[in-house]
């Protein structure tokens, strides 16, 4: 088994701190797992990665157990306190080394294109500067380098994309720790720079009702070879 490793780094000040969201979405995302399948898009989210990954937005850990043996290392950034810990804890019942730490998506505390791999999975919707993040994303990866996304975002027919942008401008951002329901995570990674690869738009949990937060995307880019940004 390789070795495990976890630290979580004093700062000043959190880059985002919505600790009663953040208690809320632990409790939820735990029951997400089997109730809702994101254990098994977990999985296929991360299926075949290996060398060293960051992941950006990791939330409390739930991916920490789906990183296959083959990943070397993974550095796992979450901003919010309350999170942060939680993952720290999930850090340590993994199968591969976790590093957590401390830092905001659109400051990225790594040096550029030390990492072979990185995640981005139900951060881009609450992120504040999504192109920012995403450039970041693109510094810290080497030339070649892969993106595996799971993203939520806009979706549904006319009266649902009005629903959810009338959402984002009034309670969903509060209520929800920033986050965003009519984003376009596909559309802003390609206008960022990274090449689109194969991607799945599905619903979530598969087999319910659609709700605004419902439409997702699950796929994979990558920072073009030849790339000197």
């Known amino acids: 088994m390789p070795a495990r490793s976890a630290r979580s780094r004093a700062v000043p000040r959190d ?7 953040a208690r809320c979405y632990a409790r939820f995302s735990v029951r997400a ?3 809702m399948g994101m254990g098994r898009v977990r999985e296929r989210l991360l299926a075949g990665l290996s060398g060293r990954v960051i992941e950006i937005g990791a939330g409390n850990g739930l991916n920490f157990s789906h990183y296959p043996g083959t990943v ?4 796992a950034v979450e901003p919010e306190r309350v999170l942060r810990q939680l993952a720290v804890e999930a850090a340590l019942r993994a199968q591969v080394p976790v590093d957590v730490v401390p830092g905001a998506a659109e400051a990225l505390p790594v040096k550029s294109e030390a990492f072979d791999a990185a995640v981005v999975s139900l951060v881009l919707c609450s992120v504040r500067d999504v192109p920012r993040a995403l450039s970041e994303v693109r510094r810290v990866l080497r030339p070649g380098g892969e993106v595996r996304f799971f993203e939520h975002g806009a979706g549904g027919g006319r009266v649902m994309a009005f629903t959810q942008r009338a959402l984002d401008r009034t309670l969903w951002p509060p209520l929800s720790g920033g986050c965003h329901l009519s984003r376009e995570p596909v559309a802003s990674l390609r206008e960022a720079g990274f090449t689109l690869g194969p991607y799945r738009r599905m619903t979530m949990p598969e087999n319910g009702p659609a709700l605004p937060s419902s439409y997702c995307v699950l796929g994979t880019a990558w920072r073009p070879p030849g790339d000197g940004a």
Do not use: I, K
């Open 15 to 21: 880059a985002v701190h919505h600790p009663l969201f």
């Open 33 to 35: 797992e089997s109730r």
């Open 72 to 75: 070397s290392e993974v550095v």
